[in-house]
């Protein structure tokens, strides 16, 4: 499959090293590439936005870019006897088999041609989930094939048979729906900064001094800062589903 397997993994058939091997799409570049040149025009347009406003941009496109290619060259997911390790572009999870509930195969429903259509996850004991990366599509030919291997080479060494335990189910759920609380509340900020945006466009050509600091920054932070408690509220009175 797509892991490296060492001198050991011969023996125990557990030593594997998910890495990136391929190149990533060239339409998901293309897509980056555009996002970046849009986002340095806002940044080097004239207008009256404050030049700390704009170091500020330029610095938090940098450090997206930076942990982008970090993650390409050093993420990767080290599977042995004792366990999973999931090395990001800057820090590192590990989770002994013990302590390991599920490895789980995600789709991404009607994700584009040039995005991951497959992600894997960890969950452990307590119900956190971690992606693991560079095991998705991009690097594999069969992500469902090669997790289902894994799992099946890995009971031996976990002590138990992968079975759902009701607990911990119920703490993925609740974890899951908070999670996606989380995301509904970025994405109504987002949303809120797409019209103050525009706003601030028309301001821009219509008056001398558009309060930019305000509509770019401040409203979508009220903005956010609404949305996360309600949806988080939703979350917790909404019945569990399996």
């Not at 594997?16 to 799409?25: C, F, G, N, S, T």
């Not at 936005?49 to 080290?78: D, E, K, N, Q, S």
Request: glycine share 6%; net charge positive; aromatic share 10%.
């Amino acid at each position: 499959m797509g892991g490296d397997n060492g001198d050991r993994g011969d023996v125990q058939g557990i030593e594997r090293e998910y890495r990136k091997r391929r190149k990533v799409p060239r339409g998901w570049l293309f897509s980056l590439g555009g996002l970046t040149l849009y986002f340095l025009s806002s940044i080097t347009r004239r207008d009256s936005t404050p030049g700390w406003a704009r170091l500020l941009m330029f610095a938090f496109l940098l450090a997206v870019i930076a942990r982008g290619v970090l993650y390409m060259h050093r993420g990767r997911t080290l599977v042995d006897t004792r366990g999973v390790t999931a090395r990001r572009a800057l820090t590192e999870r590990r989770r002994s088999w013990h302590d390991i509930y599920d490895i789980r195969v995600q789709p991404i429903p009607k994700a584009p041609s040039y995005v991951r259509k497959w992600l894997v996850h960890l969950y452990d004991n307590d119900g956190r989930r971690f992606l693991l990366p560079h095991v998705d599509d991009w690097q594999l030919d069969d992500p469902p094939a090669e997790v289902e291997e894994l799992r099946a080479v890995a009971a031996r060494h976990r002590g138990m048979a992968w079975e759902a335990r009701p607990a911990i189910e119920a703490r993925i759920r609740e974890r899951a729906a908070h999670r996606k609380a989380w995301e509904r509340a970025v994405i109504g900020a987002l949303i809120v900064f797409g019209c103050t945006f525009l706003l601030a466009l028309v301001l821009i050509v219509t008056t001398d001094e558009p309060p930019l600091l305000l509509l770019l920054l401040w409203i979508p932070l009220a903005a956010f800062a609404l949305f996360a408690p309600f949806f988080h509220w939703r979350a917790s009175r909404a019945p569990a589903h399996p």
